[in-house]
């Protein structure tokens, strides 16, 4: 197919992530870590300096960004801890999280919404849950939802749906990659209409996105703190971008 060779293709970087993806026993070898270099911190470990946040909700404990809701002590609705350096287009975003009950994401290329209330974004999301049941998956908050599903390179034509126009892998084994209650490694890459997340050295999920009316092509970065009826607990560190 002429689209999905697109695709593969996009960069030659990106084609060697993708190309690692191919189908293999679920014992086979994991994609060995991408080039470390021209990437720098934007979390300093120790202050929530750079960032903008409820704090109320969010801390600086042992190294990591922590956001945190309890029973009875909730935000009025999903709320971010937003990184204020930049708008970046074309990046390369890697972290280590670990999530406690509930559900967490990091949203890229998004913008505020001050008029629902502050410290609330809008756009692409690398969805994180406890259950892992949307772990990988892409999902636009306050727009399209689930616009790519953990295994699928997924495809939006200008002023229509997502469909699936290929495979990363078979969704179960991607899952049972994903550390539960435990420190997980995300790295996002975002060029172009084309946006490849993965954890733990395995691709989730690939989206590029068509709809010129509501795809974003740079925006802000944030960590998200999901309402929950049970509380939840989202420790984010060791946060470092590359911007091309």
Known sequence: MRLQTTVFGITLGMAAVLYSQAPRPPRGPMVPPLEEAGFHSIFDGKTLGGWDCDPDFWRVENGSIVGETKVGHQPKQNIFC?????????????????????????QYRSVEMPSV??????????????????TG??????????VALRGQIAYIPDGKKPGSIGSTGNDAELKGLIKTDDWNDMHIIARGNTL??????????????????????DGEIGIQLHLTTTGMKMETRNIRIKTF
């Open 82 to 106: 937003i990184w204020k350096g930049g708008s970046p287009g074309d990046f390369e975003l890697k972290l280590q999280y670990k999530l406690t009950g509930g559900n967490s994401g990091i």
């Open 117 to 134: 209330n502050k410290w609330v974004l809008k756009g692409y999301q690398a969805d994180i849950d406890a259950e892992q049941r949307f």
């Open 137 to 146: 998956q892409v999902y636009e908050e306050r727009g399209r939802g689930f």
């Open 196 to 217: 490849i997340q993965l954890i733990n050295g395995r691709v989730m999920c690939v989206l590029v996105d068509d709809d010129k009316a509501n795809r974003k092509m």
